[in-house]
Every structure is written in structure tokens, then in C-alpha cells.
């Protein structure tokens, strides 16, 4: 492999005697290359970062390794819990990625060397890169609450990564006795989709009032605060009468809300500094988190599990050549969102060209817009603008951004939540 | 072959390994493929939300110095316009309205 700048140099010297048809007969695409950049993970971040590196600069190879054939989306997740789509309607194939010329491997990424600038396959496969981008998302803290593991996902679904978690807990929300109760713990800041729990409880509950009125559910979480409180709680009151007697969805927040162990057979939470037990007919774990594994293994994390980066280019703080985004970066203030993931992945694309074409990267500049629904007609949302800070940082624009006013139109935003999902998908996958 | 023409021959393959061209600046295609993500990759929408594709520079530009001065109401446009400077917002309807 070949410094971008003195290939570019002496490729152009080398042809004083060829014409740009001969070029195009004897050399076609591969005879030149701006550089070889290696995308690890196909979600928001990953998917996005091939893409549209391949659309600033069709010279450079952009090779995307995932494991899975297709991806199950945690955006409208929630959404099949409560039966408003199907599980088949959230998973989309990378197939239309080639189509911008990102070549996908199916495989699973062992090892990162990055003195080598090599990326080690569990097939066997070395991969070399001028550039790697790193966006395995989360992983669980399992040792965190006490009887959780991997091997009980089957009965305690965590369902925070999609797919066929999604599916266990719609069943068990399916097969509930009417009467039942179904607990969701929410995990400590920060994690994956800060309004995800909520809008999680707010489908259960509308699934709940449908179809089996006489149940509830029950929010276990150690914060005092979460994200979109204030809409998730107005249309609580307006769709499940919380704060009455007859609430569908119940807040144990702060030390009380703290779980600290499960008990799997009896399927019960225990949480607080009483050890209280709550019995659950369904009980659905969502743990806390950090940087997805092979982020740890390959020493991109810090010591708050997450991955420091510089935020003009998400190059790692810790490894030099390889860039982290989405979840698993540190990007307080920016929520852990597929919307900020897309954000963070067209700053890297851009960067990442840059520094291939020998340019200095850009000034910045992300958006994170999140709809949740609290009810099949009941949208909300928060909108921000970020930029970098005179610190390296991230900072919200000031007067930017913000929830959606109390008094807007949720219906309309409930609409605009699904075109929203179309239109993410279809700028990520399509 | 002389040097008149290697020159020549150097600058056709050079505009061929170009990075494609984009209007709007770099603070426009930076803030623009940001928008993407809710109104569609170039702007193309398939849902309720509005495309920006078919709109002039001076349609979306309006467009959104109404919406950041509350002139213009939405559900969400007037909370994001105000995230940005006139240039960027010029730079961004440069860049949406040129696209191809």
C-alpha cells in the first residue's frame, strides 16, 4: 500500500504515453486507488461511513466486514413489540451498498493491529487499511446486575439489540395472562437510545390497553430524570391515565428504582436498598452498557468503556488511523442515537476522504432528530444542532433544538416518525 | 510525445480521479448530507416529510429563514433552522438545489 499523495504523483508521471481511454481499457478501477478504508460493523454508523465515503470519492475502496446477512433495526423496534409492524418490516439486507461500490464481507472481525494497519477475520482473512472505522455499537455490563447472563436472554429478554430478542418479548407480551405485569428495567446513563425505554413502556402500555386492559407496566430506574420526560409523561396522562389509581404504567425512579440482581426462576427484579422483589410476567432487562467488544479487545476504550475521539475526524484518541462512531464513541452532549450514528458517520466519511486526498478536514457539524411514539398516533420529538466547542468538544448550537412544544400536533409528528424511519433507512441501507 | 501534450494528458486524468464536484461549499454538503437522514438521501423524501429535491437555492433558503424566524410554523424545521448562520443556510440551498 501506497501513501496517497506520492501514488497520485507518480501515477500521473507515469503516464506521459497514455490517453485517458487507454487508461480507462488497461487500467480500470483498481489500477488506481486513493487508499483502502475497512468499515467494522454494518449499523447506522458503518453502513452509512461506506456509503457515502464512496460518494465523496468513488477512488477510494471502502470494504464493509458485519457478520449478518441483514440488519434488524432498534429504531422502530418498539414499534413491532406492540404489533404496529412486523419484525420483517425493521430488517433490511446490504445489497444495495454494492451498488455504490462497498464491498461487504461477511465475517467477524477478530483482531484490530493497528502498527499493521491490518484488521484479522474469523475466516482467516487479513485485511490492509490505510483508514479503519470502527462501529460495533454496545455491549451489556452482564456482571452488573447479579443473575443476568447471556444464557438467560431466552427468558429475560434484554431486546436492546434487534432481531430475535425483538421477537421473544412480543411473545411474551403475546402469551400474558390479562392481570399480568411487565416489568422493564432502564439501564444508567449513558446507553443506547436515552428515550428507548420509555417509548418501550408507552407501546407496551398501549398494547396492554388493547388487548389485555386489566395489566400494567412497571419502569424500574436508578435516574431521576430520563430523556423526553415531560411529552412522555403528558401523554401518559392523556393516553394511560398515569398518575391515577388506575395508571397502566408505573415510575419507580432513583434508589428504589436500582436493580441490583434477578432472580430468573421466579422471573423477579430486586431492586433498591430493601432488596424489594417485584414479580414480573414479563420481565424485560435492558442492562447497562459500554462499547461494543471488539472496541475493548482492540484498546480503543478508556476507562469508562466507551471510546475517546477526536471530534474534527472521530479518529480515536487512543489508535492512531482507526476512527470510532456511533454508540460506542464518547459524545456526551449528542445522545447514543441511530440519527446522531448517521450524523457522526458523513463528518468521518468527510474526514476520512480529507486526509486521503491530503486535505485538512472541515468544520463539523451534526444534527440528532429522534421520534418516539407514545401511541400509534401520538409522536414526539426532540431536534439539536451541534458543533464543536473552542475546546475540542461538542456543543449543542446555542437556541437551537429542543423538545416538541406541549401543545404540537402529535399526530402529525406520529406521521412524520414513520417517514422518518423510511427516509434514515433508505439514506443508510439504500 | 511532447510536453505540451503529456501536460494535457495529465490534466484530463486528473479531472478523471477528481473527488466528484458539489456546489454550496464545504459547509453545504457538510451541513446538507446531515439532513438527509429525515428528508431522504439528496433530499428525496419518500414519505410525509417534504423533499428538498426540485426546490431552487432561493425557494429553500426563504424556506428556512422563515422557519428560523418563526414566520413560518412546523413541527421540527423551526427548532433545527435555528442551528444555523444566514451562510450556512445559503450554503445548504446551494447545495440541495444543485444536485443532480
Avoid at chain 1, 181 to 208: F, K, N, Q, W
Avoid at chain 1, 366 to 394: D, H, M
Avoid at chain 2, 13 to 41: D, K, Q, S, W, Y
Amino acid at each position: 500500500m501506497f501513501t496517497p499523495s506520492i501514488s497520485r504523483r507518480r501515477f500521473l508521471q507515469s503516464l506521459s504515453v497514455a490517453g485517458l481511454a487507454l487508461l480507462k481499457q488497461r487500467f480500470g478501477r483498481a489500477a488506481y486507488s486513493r487508499g483502502q478504508v475497512v468499515v467494522i460493523g454494518g449499523g447506522f454508523g458503518g453502513a452509512t461511513v461506506a456509503k457515502y465515503i464512496r460518494e465523496f470519492d468513488p477512488w477510494i475502496e471502502v470494504t464493509l466486514v458485519e457478520p449478518n446477512s441483514t440488519y434488524f433495526t432498534c429504531p422502530a423496534s418498539n414499534w413491532v413489540l406492540a404489533g404496529l409492524r412486523s419484525l420483517n418490516s425493521i430488517s433490511h439486507h446490504y445489497r444495495d451498498l454494492t451498488r455504490h461500490g462497498v464491498k461487504i464481507i461477511r465475517d467477524t472481525v477478530i483482531a484490530i493491529e493497528p502498527d499493521k494497519r491490518e484488521v484479522r477475520l474469523k475466516g482467516g482473512a487479513i485485511l490492509s487499511y490505510d483508514r479503519l472505522v470502527v462501529s460495533p455499537g454496545i455491549d451489556f455490563r452482564w456482571e452488573s446486575i447479579e443473575g443476568y447472563s447471556a444464557s438467560v436472554v431466552d427468558q429475560l429478554p434484554h431486546a436492546w439489540k434487534a432481531g430475535r430478542q425483538t421477537n421473544i418479548l412480543r411473545s411474551q407480551l403475546l402469551a400474558m395472562r390479562d392481570g399480568g405485569t411487565v416489568v422493564i428495567t432502564s439501564p444508567p446513563d449513558p446507553y443506547r437510545c436515552p428515550p428507548g425505554p420509555y417509548e418501550r413502556a408507552s407501546l407496551i402500555a398501549h398494547y396492554l390497553k388493547t388487548h389485555k386492559p386489566k395489566s400494567k407496566v412497571l419502569i424500574l430506574d436508578a435516574k431521576t430524570a430520563f430523556a423526553k420526560q415531560e411529552l412522555f409523561t403528558a401523554g401518559w396522562q392523556a393516553l394511560y391515565e398515569f398518575d391515577t389509581d388506575n395508571s397502566l404504567i408505573e415510575w419507580v425512579s432513583g434508589p428504589d428504582g436500582q436493580v441490583n440482581a434477578v432472580d430468573v426462576e421466579k422471573k423477579a427484579a430486586i431492586a433498591g436498598p430493601l432488596e424489594e422483589k417485584y414479580r414480573a410476567d414479563v420481565l424485560n432487562v435492558i442492562p447497562p452498557q459500554k462499547a461494543g467488544q471488539i472496541a475493548q479487545s482492540a484498546g480503543l476504550t478508556d476507562h469508562s468503556g466507551w471510546c475517546p475521539v477526536d471530534y474534527t475526524t472521530w479518529e480515536s484518541a487512543l489508535q492512531r488511523g482507526v476512527h470510532v462512531i456511533g454508540d460506542a464513541a464518547i459524545q456526551d452532549p449528542m445522545p447514543k442515537s441511530a440519527y446522531a450514528a448517521s450524523s457522526q458517520a458523513k463528518v468521518c466519511a468527510d474526514a476520512v476522504v480529507a486526509l486521503l486526498n491530503d486535505r485538512t478536514p472541515g468544520e463539523p457539524s451534526w444534527i440528532n432528530t429522534c421520534y418516539s411514539l407514545v401511541g400509534p398516533q401520538y409522536g414526539i420529538s426532540i431536534a439539536e444542532v451541534f458543533e464543536l466547542n473552542r475546546k475540542g468538544g461538542i456543543q449543542k448550537v446555542p437556541g437551537s433544538g429542543g423538545l416538541s412544544p406541549q401543545d404540537g400536533n402529535h399526530e402529525l409528528e406520529a406521521v412524520y416518525a414513520r417517514s422518518w424511519y423510511t427516509n434514515i433507512v433508505n439514506d443508510t441501507f439504500g | 510525445m511532447n510536453s505540451e501534450k503529456t501536460l494535457a494528458v495529465c490534466c484530463c486524468v486528473m479531472l478523471f480521479v477528481a473527488e466528484p464536484a458539489f456546489t454550496g461549499g464545504t459547509i453545504g454538503r457538510t451541513v446538507g448530507v446531515t439532513c438527509n437522514a429525515c428528508h431522504g438521501p439528496d433530499g428525496k423524501s419518500k414519505g410525509a416529510i417534504p423533499s428538498l429535491d426540485g426546490l431552487t437555492a432561493k425557494q429553500i433558503e426563504s424556506e428556512l429563514l422563515a422557519f428560523r424566524s418563526g414566520k413560518r410554523s412546523a413541527t421540527i424545521m423551526n427548532r433545527i433552522a435555528r442551528g444555523y448562520t444566514d451562510n450556512e443556510i445559503a450554503a445548504v440551498a446551494e447545495y440541495f438545489a444543485n444536485l443532480k
